[in-house]
């Protein structure tokens, strides 16, 4: 068990619809990453928050939209969805950055259905 | 940009098998890189790193070396288990944030 925890761990929905993704991070971590794994894509970085601020952004959709919380759990928003969006979606936490590296904790993922 | 290219799997081993997942990064600047594992319907776990060129990380048996004079971060075991079947990714991070993961190669162990 990392730590981070995701819900739910299944969703299913129906194209144009809109859905939630809820994480939150190990205690103590402020920095929280959102991962899709698809199975023509890989494993794609999305976006990162680090106390509340976006830190950077990778391959994410206009349709889709994340935040970090004073408390710090974060939620990514999916809209207008397309099959293509069915995926595995991972939260990652990390504490802060000491010299080059970090080591980023991983969810159990939520899995996304777009029928 | 950064990327991680890894060997196409599935790779099949007997147990007690020698094992060896290539992996090569392109990256702009001075990566960290990593092995990670995801065993069935689990989430990510971090297997070794390393930092700099000629760092060997090791954990559970597994090793790699970084070689930046040939992009290299090649995984190996030398006796595998079946419990080591799972899905293993290279990453590496240049800004030590967001990973680039390659396509991941998954190894099944049969007894």
């Known amino acids: 068990d990392s730590g981070v925890t995701q819900t739910p761990k299944h969703l299913i929905t129906a194209t144009g619809q809109r859905v939630t993704l809820r994480c939150s991070p190990r205690?103590?971590?402020?920095?929280v990453y959102w991962y899709q794994q698809s199975l023509d894509q890989g494993l794609q970085f999305l976006i990162q928050?680090?106390?509340?601020?976006?830190?950077a952004k990778g391959n994410i959709l206009e349709r889709f939209s994340a935040q970090q919380f004073p408390d710090l759990h974060s939620e990514l928003n999916l809209s207008s969805l397309e099959l293509g969006d069915s995926a595995l979606y991972f939260c990652a936490s990390s504490p802060p950055l000491r010299g080059a590296y970090n080591e980023q904790f991983f969810g159990p993922g939520t899995r996304l259905t777009v029928l | 940009g950064n990327s991680v290219t890894q060997m196409e799997g599935p790779v099949t081993l007997s147990e007690e098998a020698f094992l060896t997942i290539n992996c090569t990064y392109t990256a702009t600047g001075y990566p960290s890189l990593f092995w990670y594992v995801q065993y069935p319907g689990e989430g990510l776990q971090l297997l070794l790193k390393a930092t700099k060129a000629d760092d060997k990380g090791s954990n559970k048996g597994f090793e790699a070396t970084y070689r930046k004079e040939t992009t290299s971060f090649h995984l190996e075991k030398g006796s595998v288990q079946v419990s080591d079947s799972a899905v293993y990714f290279c990453a590496l991070s240049v800004t030590g944030y967001a990973l680039n993961f390659g396509k991941g190669t998954s190894l099944l162990v049969t007894p």
């Open positions: 205690s103590g971590d402020l920095s």
């Open positions: 928050y680090y106390n509340g601020e976006e830190r």
